[in-house]
């Protein structure tokens, strides 16, 4: 039984600065792209400058997701801590050499795969090691950690902005490095409650034996036609999800100059974010079954009425009330991720379902920032790239729409079959006491004879 508590937790915390170094980092790539395009620049004789700078912080962010199938098998396989402690070390030499590099190309490989790729190593392993430590209290837990992403959103904005202007790019990126080493000293927390199932299947301590390729890679929750729509619907929506990520602290830049400050923009969106988590997960527990997913129907549908918007704001106070409502309904689509996959395809099913969705998500993810600094850069305005970044989500939450009816025609189907078992078990059953009591007849007459 999990100890509800204890060394928990310290392993709570440093999932909590987990959630928070990596997302916050992330989340607040919007700063760091517009000192790039400064940095790189060098004029404005390259006209697909915001095209390629774009490319490094959509990269970063889709590796995180794309990697998530791949970390589910190593956890299974290696255990939460050696995964967790060799993702951030690889995470912090790729935020290290890309303080070194004189160009925009590198840091495709050194921000975008290598540090993106230890950033994905080091937050899987904190969620589930959670699940060891805490049961009735997992729904507290979880909501504590992911409020470490909302408040390292909040705060790393100025505080890049600050060192930027004070220090520069590179030496900014340096800081962030701390962040990174406090990551590896903390992933050794991740004590391992459960036995270790290699050690048992090997005999003696060292030896391992892997697991059959059906363990490793459960491909059946694709037989399930709701998951399949789900996992389809999903990224199709979020091709104009990470957009304002990216581009709003340039937008910005381009539409007031440098008479607004910016970062308040993420500010909103992280509070708001983490506001939304608490609230709608919340409102999930008393929605039954698989009709939570209307929750990201109606989350995705602001989301993309609200980057619509975007452009429509002249006024800087405009932008600060779309964020708000687009923070609160980007932390109502993720709070209730899980929940939902747990619906669709049951308990035992449910990590390696995420971690094939997550991988699928970041292919729109990755593609959708570029696209908009395309146009950016052709037309000379953000405009349409955020008109345009409205659309996808407004046709995954369309697409989303008809789950809840999917499932429920499944589940009949599925108590139908049962229901014929049980019939056939009780004929079988019927069947074996009529010749238990037959014989026992036959042996007393014998006896009696």
């Not at 690889?90 to 290598?114: C, D, K, N, R």
Request: neutral net charge; proline residues 5%; glycine residues 10%.
């Amino acid at each position: 039984e999990p100890p509800e508590g204890g060394w928990g937790w310290v392993v709570m915390l440093a999932a909590m600065w987990c959630n928070g170094a990596v997302f916050g980092i992330q989340n607040s790539c919007g700063v760091l792209f517009v000192s790039m395009l400064q940095l790189f620049g060098g004029g404005e004789d390259d006209k697909q400058l915001t095209f390629k700078t774009a490319w490094v912080s959509s990269l970063s962010m889709g590796m995180v997701f794309f990697c998530s199938p791949i970390v589910s098998i190593f956890t299974d396989l290696f255990g939460c801590r050696k995964v967790a402690v060799i993702g951030a070390a690889v995470g912090f030499a790729g935020l290290l050499s890309s303080s070194f590099v004189s160009t925009i190309e590198p840091l495709y490989f050194t921000y975008g795969i290598l540090f993106a790729c230890g950033c994905s190593f080091a937050y899987q392993p904190s969620l589930v090691i959670l699940g060891q430590y805490f049961k009735q209290r997992l729904g507290l837990v979880n909501g504590i950690v992911t409020a470490g992403s909302s408040l390292f959103t909040v705060s790393l904005p100025f505080l890049l902005r600050v060192l930027i202007d004070s220090v520069g790019l590179y030496n900014t990126l340096r800081v962030l490095c701390i962040l990174m080493f406090i990551l590896f000293l903390a992933g050794f927390t991740y004590k391992p409650l459960v036995s270790n199932a290699k050690d048992k299947e090997g005999g003696k301590k060292g030896k391992f034996r892997f697991p059959p390729e059906k363990k490793i890679c459960n491909f059946s929750v694709f037989k399930v036609l709701s998951y399949r729509i789900w996992a389809f619907g999903i990224p199709a929506a979020l091709f104009g999800y990470f957009v304002p990520y990216v581009h709003l602290m340039n937008h910005v830049k381009d539409r007031f100059g440098d008479s607004v400050p910016e970062e308040v923009l993420l500010l909103c969106l992280g509070i708001t974010s983490g506001v939304g988590r608490l609230i709608f997960g919340r409102v999930a527990d008393y929605i039954p079954g698989a009709k939570k997913v209307y929750l990201q129907v109606a989350s995705f549908f602001f989301i993309g009425l609200m980057s619509m918007m975007i452009p429509l704001c002249h006024v800087f106070g405009g932008l600060i009330a779309v964020c708000l409502f687009m923070g609160l309904f980007d932390g109502c689509f993720i709070c209730i991720m899980a929940p939902i996959a747990f619906e669709l395809v049951g308990a035992q099913d449910v990590s390696q379902a995420i971690g094939f969705l997550l991988g699928f998500m970041s292919i729109p993810m990755t593609v959708g920032p570029p696209i908009a600094g395309l146009l950016r850069d052709h037309l000379g305005t953000y405009d349409v790239a955020f008109y345009l970044a409205g659309v996808p989500p407004l046709i995954g939450g369309a697409i989303l729409c008809v789950i809840p009816w999917v499932h429920e025609r499944q589940k009949l189907k599925e108590r139908a079959k049962p229901v014929d078992g049980e019939t056939t078990e009780k004929m079988l059953e019927n069947e074996n006491t009529l010749v238990f009591d037959t014989t026992e007849k036959s042996v007393k007459e014998m006896e009696s004879g």
